[in-house]
């Protein structure tokens, strides 16, 4: 079976050590190989992306042994993107929902022709505000819909695991993606952050948070913004809220874990760049593949990317792999 010339130019994204064919323009399918692969984000220290790098311009290591791998670009993959929107709907959200709740609009563009998107909400409890569609209308209506309840408690790491669960049900090919959209710290989940972790790492998931602070961004918010709230956002409670800055960052935790990034917004227009920056860069990775070297170990296995003839760039890759 063949591949025909792709029409979207777009990166493959998957994450996970997995058994699934290798598609490239123009090359036969082959099924049954194991391969780790490794979205890599490379840019100068400007953040830039530099571009038209070629194999010799990588060492790939696994537990410090250099690997033989391929390396594919936007010209030889394509696979459509999976991904779920995970967004904080606790009351004390409420400021930041004001502005969430406006990029229903933004989803399509950002998922690309073929591409499936869900909306997941959370708040002490998690619900599927939208199943994976395509459909702009209902990504408009899914977001409008997500309403502030329950003041403070987030049940962040449970959302995550949710948003996996449904992820694991696309095909192996689909680039797997989680936006988490709030605080950059969890509230009450019944799931602990390392087996969250561990979770989203096998399932070849990559996490991209966007996070803010409850308390800026109720400075930046309008009284006309948040209509269950007559007088205007609680600043007072805000300020309480700073105590919790003893709690682990998962934000940080989950990107650096993932290999995707962790960005923050304050302002609607800063939620619309992070937002841009993030569909810019998940369509402008470079792709390694190998094949792993045989281990009864199921262990954690490191994973270094670096260019060592550009001293000038900025490698970002996932930190290792599950074998199974």
């Known amino acids: 079976m063949f591949l025909s010339r792709p029409t979207i130019r777009v990166r493959r994204f998957s994450l996970g050590f997995v058994c699934l064919a290798v598609f490239a323009q123009d090359l036969t399918i082959k099924t049954n ?104 209308t209902k990504f408009r209506q899914a977001f409008e819909g997500i309403q502030p309840r329950v003041i403070k408690k987030a049940r962040m790491y449970d959302a995550i695991l949710e948003a996996a669960a449904i992820l694991e049900t696309r095909p192996l090919g689909d680039r797997r993606i989680i936006f988490l959209i709030s605080e950059s710290r969890d509230r009450s989940s019944h799931a602990k952050l390392g087996e969250t972790i561990e979770r989203v790492q096998k399932a070849g998931i990559a996490v991209y948070p966007i996070t803010y602070s409850a308390q800026k961004v109720a400075w930046t918010a309008r009284p006309e913004d948040d209509p269950a709230m007559p007088g205007g956002p609680d600043y007072g409670g805000a300020v309480v809220e700073l105590g919790r800055l003893g709690v682990p960052n998962a934000a940080e935790a989950f990107a650096h874990a993932t290999g995707g990034r962790h960005q923050g917004f304050t302002t609607f227009d800063g939620l619309q760049e992070v937002l841009a920056r993030d569909a810019n860069e998940i369509h402008s990775q470079y792709l390694l593949s190998f094949t792993p070297p045989d281990s009864s170990e199921r262990m954690f296995r490191r994973l270094e990317v670096f260019l060592p003839k550009r001293p000038d760039a900025v490698v970002r890759a996932r930190p290792g792999y599950w074998p199974e």
């Open 33 to 136: 190989v194991p391969l780790v692969q490794i979205p890599v984000t490379v840019t100068d220290r400007k953040g830039r992306f530099i571009e038209r790098l070629e194999p010799g311009d990588f060492v790939v290591r696994d537990e410090g042994v250099p690997q033989k791998f391929k390396l594919d670009t936007s010209d030889t993959l394509v696979s459509p993107v999976a991904a779920v929107f995970v967004v904080q709907a606790s009351g004390i959200s409420a400021a930041a929902l004001a502005k969430i709740q406006l990029v229903g609009p933004l989803v399509r563009p950002m998922i690309g022709d073929g591409g499936r998107a869900a909306v997941i909400a959370f708040d002490s409890e998690v619900e599927i505000r939208q199943p994976f569609t395509s459909d702009a």
